[in-house]
């Protein structure tokens, strides 16, 4: 990197101490209320990528395991009670798993800091905000309905039923697993599916831990069934197979649209949440010290490893400077560090591949211009450790500001007035989420009605609520997650239309039959 010589450097690492002390977790498949291995007797393990050790292991499904969870879901559709039980069952066992996330909120925190490399602090607050959205799904189990039209005319009445989609496969990634399958599970429950989950194979623990939690709280065998192993012999058999209703995938766009293409040739029912490119926007009359806050806790929290993370900011030109020393200031503040550490904020990268990854991304965005800022390598240390990275001076045509990085490196680009900030803001394929910076109202609805995203934050950045629907535009996905809709998204409608009283013949008259 040419001008690699002028980059501050970013915060010391957190030391690492010795690797935590943990027995690693022996996942199992759960598959129509049993606990088995995999068919071949195949496990996997996953590594701490901040301290490298063995965190956990899974059986490796083949795909006659996979037939196996698809064919118990299936059953469990079409003859076990889940389906017909009242709301208020369906709510009560959702409402009992919540209490069961929250008695373990340590132990599958732990898992999943070691698992993803994020703190452990970061990580009991994720684990603790599921609970909140199995309460919110168990609100929605009660509360969901379908509609009745007396307006038809004496002779009918129209009942608009919503029943439940059928069997449901679930495909998660490793940044935010036991968050994102809690954004999933609970309100397809709560409709009365059945499920199939294949969470990734790099952060499998909390999924199976999850399904001891269900099993405690009565959930019937066969409605939620846990696959693990690899994306293309595990994942893809729950797009194409004729026996499975719906898909909701979070993930990369790439796989996602590839199983998207997969799921639609049978004609299933597709969800889908995807990738980010996601823009903050700041004019010049912020509030600055909030600001420059959100930014640098928008595109660092976890690692960056974050659909929503806000990795481009577009910055008024007057400002540019002032923005761009400010925020490289605040960033080279930020701990970075052991997972465990209780001050760590920036973790570990998930993986090899990934690191390497960013890495070639930040290469790239120099060797086309732009101006390396802070960090942008690698630290010395035995774990998976990236420097917080800003990269100003970016046009919007370079690859570094259009395609998603998934990692912590913000890049800046500038603006001269709102209609350009808009502009820019929606070159990019991706949809997800924005944010306007500005104390003027109409500055801020102008962005906020202006800019492609299914989320707009003004003044603030990544608060979320299960009551706000949730999903991207464009490339960012298909559908919404979350909202009063949530649970009608893993319904169909059924519509009913009864007669009443004599119906008028079509042809002869009744007599004369
Ligand atoms: P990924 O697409 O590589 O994997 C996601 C899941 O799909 C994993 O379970 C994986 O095993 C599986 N998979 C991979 N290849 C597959 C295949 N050929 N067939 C079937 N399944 C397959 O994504 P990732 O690296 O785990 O996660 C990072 C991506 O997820 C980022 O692009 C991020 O933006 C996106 N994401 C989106 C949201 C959102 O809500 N919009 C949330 C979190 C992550």
Redesign the pocket.
């Known amino acids: 990197m040419t001008n690699q010589l002028a980059v501050p450097a970013a915060s010391a690492l957190l030391s690492t101490a010795e690797a935590p002390k943990h027995e690693a977790f022996t996942g199992q498949m759960y598959i129509d209320g049993k606990w088995i291995e995999s068919s071949d007797g195949q496990r996997f393990e996953r590594r701490s990528p901040a301290h490298g050790h063995v965190v956990s292991s899974f059986p490796e499904a083949t795909p006659a395991d996979v037939e196996g969870a698809i064919q118990a879901a299936e059953k469990a559709y079409r003859h076990g009670p889940w389906p017909k039980l009242k709301g208020v069952e369906r709510a009560r066992v959702l409402l009992a798993v919540a209490q069961g996330i929250k008695a373990r909120v340590e132990k599958m925190a732990l898992l999943e800091s070691l698992e993803t490399g994020k703190p452990l602090t970061q990580a009991r607050g994720e684990v603790s905000g599921c609970v909140d959205l199995w309460e919110y799904a168990a609100s929605l189990a009660r509360t969901t309905s379908g509609d009745a039209y007396d307006t038809l005319g004496e002779d009918m009445l129209g009942i608009v039923l919503r029943q439940p989609v059928g069997v449901v496969g679930l495909?998660?990634?490793?940044?935010?697993p036991i968050w994102?399958l809690s954004q999933k599970l609970p309100f397809a429950l709560a409709a009365g599916c059945t499920c199939i989950v294949?969470?990734?194979?790099?952060t499998s623990s909390t999924t199976v831990m999850l399904m001891e939690i269900l099993e405690e709280a009565g959930v019937p065998a066969g409605v939620v069934n846990v696959v693990t192993g690899?994306?293309?012999s595990?994942?893809?058999p729950?797009?194409e197979h004729p026996a499975i209703d719906m898909l909701s995938?979070?993930?990369?766009?790439?796989?996602?649209s590839?199983?998207g293409g997969l799921a639609s040739k049978n004609l299933k029912k597709v969800a889908l949440?995807?990738?980010?490119k996601n823009p903050q926007i700041v004019f010049p009359d912020c509030d600055w010290h909030a600001m420059i806050d959100a930014v640098v806790f928008g595109v660092y929290f976890n690692a960056g490893?974050?659909?929503?993370s806000g990795s481009r900011v577009i910055v008024h030109e007057s400002i540019a400077e002032r923005f761009a020393e400010a925020v490289v200031e605040r960033a080279r503040q930020v701990p970075v560090g052991d997972p465990l550490h209780p001050d760590s904020k920036i973790g570990a990268i998930v993986s090899e591949n990934q690191l390497n990854d960013i890495l070639g991304n930040i290469e790239k965005g120099v060797a086309a211009g732009a101006r390396l800022r802070l960090g942008g390598k690698r630290y010395d240390a035995n774990g998976l450790y990236l420097e917080p990275t800003i990269i100003t001076d970016a046009t919007p045509a370079m690859s570094i500001a259009r395609d998603?990085i998934?990692g912590p490196v913000l890049v800046v680009i500038p603006f001269s007035d709102a209609a350009q900030a808009i502009d820019i803001a929606n070159d990019t394929a991706y949809g997800?989420s924005a944010a306007v910076w500005s104390r003027d109202i109409d500055t801020c609805l102008t962005v906020a009605r202006g800019v492609d995203a299914g989320t707009v934050w003004v003044n603030t950045f990544l608060d979320g609520y299960p009551e706000l629907p949730?999903?991207?535009f464009k490339s960012?996905?298909v559908g919404r997650?979350l909202g009063k809709q949530a649970v009608e998204d893993y319904t169909e409608t059924k519509t009913i239309q009864l007669h009443i009283g004599e119906r008028k013949n079509w042809w002869l008259p009744r007599t004369a039959a």
């Open positions: 495909i998660t990634p490793w940044n935010f994102i294949k969470p990734s194979e790099l690899k994306g293309p595990v994942g893809q729950l797009a995938f979070t993930g990369s766009t790439r796989v996602g590839m199983l949440e995807l990738g980010g490893e974050c659909c929503n998603e998934f997800l949730f999903g991207g960012s996905g997650e």
